[in-house]
T-cell receptor
């Protein structure tokens, strides 16, 4: 158990819909990262938040957005869903500034778009 | 970031030592080498990180030659539960993961047989 929690575990929805994935980082971790893992693209970094502010962007689509709240939990919003958005979405957290590149990954949310 | 190249797959037997080599010819002075392990449908898990020479922890060793253009992850006495995908990453700075998301390649699928 990494200490990072994600909800829901599974999500099945239809094309064109909007969903919200939730992540709670490890206690004390200020950075939250979102990753997407699909069979064809592998594990890809989407976006990072640090203490409520967006810190880095990866391959995140314009239809996707995220935010980090004052209690440090984060939400990833996916809208106008397409079949190709079906994937495992992981949240990870870390304490920025530590002498390590260790990120702690949650169990993931499996999104299926029908 | 330096691109990494590692075997697509490897197999070995229980009780053997397994060495997975990763090439990173364009590694920069401030880059660190980090390895993650991922089991099916789970988030990646940090294994080890190093800058040069040798690093050892309770699960693995990491060997980095003087030119730092490659590195070798060594797993002693593997068991069936070590069957997983192993990712070699080059990250900026010792805490670079706190500034940017991690860039995962395809990884090495390690299969351990009885």
């Amino acid at each position: 158990d990494s200490g990072v929690t994600q909800t829901p575990k599974h999500l099945i929805t239809a094309t064109g819909q909007r969903v919200t994935l939730r992540c709670s980082p490890r206690s004390g971790d200020l950075s939250v990262y979102w990753y997407q893992q699909s069979l064809d693209q592998g594990l890809q970094f989407l976006i990072q938040y640090y203490n409520g502010e967006e810190r880095a962007k990866g391959n995140i689509l314009e239809r996707f957005s995220a935010q980090q709240f004052p209690d440090l939990h984060s939400e990833l919003n996916l809208s106008s869903l397409e079949l190709g958005d079906s994937a495992l979405y992981f949240c990870a957290s870390s304490v920025a500034g530590r002498d390590s590149n260790e990120q702690f990954f949650g169990p993931g949310t499996r999104l299926t778009v029908l | 970031l330096a691109k990494t190249t590692q075997p697509i797959s490897m197999d070995s037997y229980e009780g053997q030592e397994v060495n997975i080599t990763c090439s990173h010819n364009n590694i920069a002075t401030n880059d660190y080498i980090t390895w993650y392990q991922q089991f099916p449908s789970q988030g990646p898990r940090f294994i080890i990180q190093g800058y040069k020479t040798k690093v050892t922890n309770e699960v693995a060793s990491l060997f980095i030659p003087a030119d730092r253009k490659s590195s070798t992850l060594s797993l002693p006495r593997v068991s069936l539960s070590d069957t997983a995908v192993y990712y070699c990453l080059v990250v900026w700075g010792s805490s670079g993961g706190g500034a940017d998301g991690l860039t995962f390649g395809k990884g090495t699928h390690l299969i351990i047989q009885p």
